[in-house]
């Protein structure tokens, strides 16, 4: 069921400051068709306008409701391209409220995935390091140890995904199989669509299909840790801590924010990437 929204005529018509526990769930779109919601940021302290990406679907539904017609698909204001067979992103992408890059080029991003792999992981094993340096990581009783926790949950769901990514890069640019031999990452309505495109856009459809996914994961594996470390550290009094201890705790609290950041500029980009090769 499509969710019902607000119409606005811009983001500047939301008054946060009358944004509370009743309506912080409200929807919002303005008259070029983006969409909105509101979420309170606990690190900050504050509530906050996020932009979320809209299903064409529930797009077409609302620009009924709104104006009592039908909707069409070649507009002069905008063209939407009904997409036979799209990839279903991941649900946490619009929980997050992450949108599209503006734009992309994909042959550069696909250049630069490898070494993007390599930043993720050197800024985790850094956040990690200066957790393990706050000594913040085993409880007053001594029997838990987060820093144990941390560096499994970091080599399980960042770490492995992210090799993944990177070899499926190496494989697809520099030592690709026939594409028949990718067929097994698509569904039977994806591969209905993969046979219409020609031999280009099905290199740059498995490419994005193939690396983006495991990019992905190994990011929703991070955003998760980062979640993680916030919720086991929180509690924590800087004040508390001495010297190097208290600068260690301070750089990892800093350095999630900025690797967070990162994180969620990255799925735009695959977002982007993904519209561009066609998958949605």
Same mark, same amino acid.
């Given at each position: 069921?499509?969710?019902?929204?607000?119409?606005?005529?811009?983001?500047?018509?939301?008054?946060?400051?009358?944004?509370?526990?009743?309506?912080?769930?409200?929807?919002?779109?303005?008259?070029?068709?983006?969409?909105?919601?509101?979420?309170?940021?606990?690190?900050?302290?504050?509530?906050?306008?996020?932009?979320?990406?809209?299903?064409?679907?529930?797009?077409?539904?609302?620009?009924?409701?709104?104006?009592?017609?039908?909707?069409?698909?070649?507009?002069?204001?905008?063209?939407?391209?009904?997409?036979?067979?799209?990839?279903?992103?991941?649900?946490?992408?619009?929980? +997050?409220?992450?949108? =599209?890059?503006?734009?992309? *080029?994909?042959?550069? /991003? !696909? &250049?630069?995935?490898? $070494?993007?792999?390599?930043?993720?992981?050197?800024?985790?094993?850094?956040?990690?390091?200066?957790?393990?340096?706050?000594?913040?990581?085993?409880?007053?009783?001594?029997?838990?140890?987060?820093?144990?926790?941390?560096?499994?949950?970091?080599?399980?769901?960042?770490?492995?995904?992210?090799?993944?990514?990177?070899?499926?890069?190496?494989? +697809?640019?520099?030592? =690709?199989?026939?594409?028949? *031999?990718?067929?097994? /990452? !698509? &569904?039977?309505?994806? $591969?209905?669509?993969?046979?219409?495109?020609?031999?280009?856009?099905?290199?740059?459809?498995?490419?994005?299909?193939?690396?983006?996914?495991?990019?992905?994961?190994?990011?929703?594996?991070?955003?998760?840790?980062?979640?993680?470390?916030?919720?086991?550290?929180?509690?924590?009094?800087?004040?508390?801590?001495?010297?190097?201890?208290?600068?260690?705790?301070?750089?990892?609290?800093?350095?999630?924010?900025?690797?967070?950041?990162?994180?969620?500029?990255?799925?735009?980009?695959?977002?982007?990437?993904?519209?561009?090769?066609?998958?949605?």
């Amino acid at each position: 069921m499509a969710r019902k929204y607000i119409k606005i005529s811009s983001v500047s018509d939301i008054d946060l400051s009358r944004i509370g526990v009743g309506n912080i769930e409200n929807r919002y779109i303005d008259s070029q068709g983006n969409r909105y919601a509101t979420r309170f940021n606990k690190r900050k302290r504050k509530v906050e306008i996020v932009r979320i990406a809209l299903g064409l679907e529930e797009a077409q539904a609302i620009v009924q409701r709104s104006h009592g017609t039908k909707v069409s698909l070649e507009s002069k204001a905008a063209e939407v391209k009904v997409h036979p067979a799209p990839f279903n992103l991941p649900p946490w992408i619009a929980q +997050l409220g992450i949108a =599209p890059a503006s734009r992309l *080029n994909s042959v550069e /991003y !696909l &250049n630069e995935i490898e $070494k993007e792999c390599n930043r993720i992981s050197e800024r985790f094993r850094g956040i990690i390091s200066n957790i393990k340096r706050s000594e913040v990581g085993i409880d007053s009783g001594g029997h838990h140890d987060f820093n144990l926790d941390i560096a499994t949950a970091f080599d399980r769901d960042i770490q492995a995904p992210l090799h993944e990514t990177q070899k499926m890069v190496s494989e +697809l640019t520099r030592f =690709p199989k026939p594409m028949s *031999n990718y067929l097994a /990452y !698509l &569904n039977k309505k994806h $591969k209905v669509y993969f046979e219409t495109l020609n031999s280009e856009r099905q290199k740059e459809y498995i490419k994005a299909a193939t690396i983006g996914t495991k990019m992905l994961k190994a990011i929703k594996g991070g955003l998760d840790l980062i979640q993680m470390m916030r919720e086991n550290m929180e509690h924590m009094d800087p004040e508390a801590l001495k010297g190097e201890q208290k600068k260690a705790f301070e750089n990892a609290m800093q350095s999630m924010d900025f690797t967070e950041s990162g994180l969620r500029e990255e799925t735009g980009k695959i977002i982007k990437w993904f519209e561009t090769a066609s998958l949605i």
